[in-house]
């Protein structure tokens, strides 16, 4: 699975920004996308991620404020980021997951994008 993101930058603060990421590859069987993000100095955490099915995860930090969308059938995943903050400054990673379930256990397969910046600085 190759994930090519996009739309990173430098935005004010109560700025927005979209960010954009395309899934080729061997993407059957992808059952979550989602974004995560890693500021200097601090672990990578999850941002927003988004099932198949539509259902939608936030951290806490950005609920309200971000919201993630996905098209099937482009197999892309977006983050429209409102009203960021400069806390939101990090490096933003693309992830596709891949759920495989049995009847005695549950193994996820994780996919990475190259990071996009975001900067949120007056």
């Known amino acids: 699975v190759q994930l090519q993101a996009s739309g990173g930058g430098l935005v004010q603060p109560g700025g927005s920004l979209r960010l954009s990421c395309a899934a080729s590859?061997?993407?059957?069987?992808?059952?979550?996308m989602g974004w995560y993000r890693q500021a200097p100095g601090k672990q990578r955490e999850l941002v927003a991620t988004i099932t198949s099915g539509g259902t939608t995860n936030y951290a806490d930090s950005v609920k309200g404020r971000f919201t993630i969308s996905r098209d099937n059938a482009k197999n892309t995943v977006d983050l429209q980021m409102n009203s960021l903050k400069p806390e939101d400054t990090a490096v933003y990673y693309c992830?596709?997951?891949?759920?495989?379930?049995?009847?005695?256990?549950?193994?996820?397969?994780?996919?990475w994008g190259q990071g996009t910046l975001v900067t949120v600085s007056s």
């Open positions: 992830n596709a997951a891949r759920v495989v379930t049995t009847p005695w256990t549950s193994r996820t397969y994780d996919y």
């Open positions: 590859g061997s993407i059957v069987g992808i059952n979550r």
